[in-house]
């Protein structure tokens, strides 16, 4: 028996839709606030309206795609914002695929850094700034929470289960962009120098896919971060947006 026949055949990774963290979040960079406002548990947060706008999207995408190339079955993240993205998706799309929820999907735990911009954490815990400074993205653990590497351990665990029991299918993952970027790592059998290198020079936008195919020896990557399926929405919205600012 191959490998490659052994595992699924292809991972299409997406990270969920934007959601009201991330708009909580980006508001308080801008106004250079030391606390994200956000009432929910990270793992109870929404979508906003862009959000599942975006996931909407996706599911069209989806259901565009040759038959040879759809998902199917479904692997997520329990948290609100990966499991709407994805009912929301596949509702789009008008599919019904297993969708299989899995706690070792989920996003990366901050500790007692949850909710803090980079202006917070210095505030707040200034000697714990300069531990993440000094140890890094992979081997900070800040207390409470997860380094990178804790990420990684649950994800190999995970990676096994899904590729026994979806071997030789095309997987849809759902999750969370540092969770696209782990999977990256240990997939792709990545240093943490080359993983680090992919992080600072690209983000993992929101709904953006990531597609991995199966192969002798491994994983290919395909694309990465691929946004290709928002253009319609984007230019909707950028539209809508001149309209308003010209009270057109």
Known sequence: MTASATAPTSLVLVRHGESVGNVAATRAEREGALVVDVATRDADTPLSERGREQAAALGAWLAALPPDERPEVVWCSPYVRTLETARIALDAAGTDLPLRQDERLRDR??????????????????????????????????PGGESWADVALRLRAALGDL??????????????????????????????????????????????????????????????????????????????????????
């Open 109 to 142: 735990e901050l500790g007692i850094l949850d909710r803090l911009t980079w202006r917070g954490v210095l505030d707040r815990y200034p000697e714990e700034a300069e531990r993440r400074r000094h140890l890094g993205k992979m081997y900070h653990r800040p």
């Open 163 to 248: 590729q026994r029991r979806d071997a030789g299918r095309r997987v849809l993952v759902v999750v969370h962009d540092a969770v696209v970027m782990l999977l990256r790592y240990v997939l792709e059998e990545l240093t943490e120098d080359e993983i680090m290198t992919v992080a600072r020079e690209q983000s993992v936008r929101n709904v953006s896919v990531t597609r991995l195919d199966r192969v002798q020896d491994g994983w290919r990557l395909v694309v990465f971060d691929d946004v290709s399926h928002l253009a319609a929405l984007d230019a909707a919205i950028t539209e809508h947006e001149g309209t308003a600012d010209t009270g057109g």
